[in-house]
Nanobody, 122 residues
Framework: VQLQASGGGLVQAGGSLRLSCAASGFTFRTYTMGWFRQAPGKEREFVAYISYIPSNTYYTDSVKGRFTVSRDNAKNTVYLQMNSLKPEDTAAYYC????????????????WGQGTQVTVSS
């Protein structure tokens, strides 16, 4: 099983980034895919998920209206479009896969990728 996150970088406040996470080694279309983030000195926190159930997504309050999670089952890839970025969005972003139809907590995820760093300058 592999989850390969990419797309991070340095961006000014108000800018946008799109993260990608390419999956392999499991049946991607049957897994809920989540994004988490971890800022220096802080615990890893939930950002968003997209279920294997069509049109089922969920976001933490701090990113609602700014971030959009999507998936392409043909490409085994999940995306996180991040707009109107703020300095407080600075963190390492991780993708993860869960067998549950909705998953909000780290312990509900079976597989994890490595992080991709997002840095938002003010």
């Amino acid at each position: 099983v592999q989850l390969q996150a990419s797309g991070g970088g340095l961006v000014q406040a108000g800018g946008s980034l799109r993260l990608s996470c390419a999956a392999s080694g499991f049946t991607f279309r049957t897994y809920t895919m989540g994004w988490f983030r971890q800022a220096p000195g802080k615990e890893r926190e939930f950002v968003a998920y997209i279920s294997y159930i069509p049109s089922n997504t969920y976001y933490t309050d701090s990113v609602k209206g700014r971030f959009t999670v999507s998936r392409d089952n043909a490409k085994n890839t999940v995306y996180l479009q991040m707009n109107s970025l703020k300095p407080e969005d600075t963190a390492a972003y991780y993708c993860a896969a869960s067998t549950l139809d909705r998953a909000y907590y780290m312990g509900q995820y079976n597989y994890w990728g490595q992080g991709t760093q997002v840095t938002v300058s003010s």
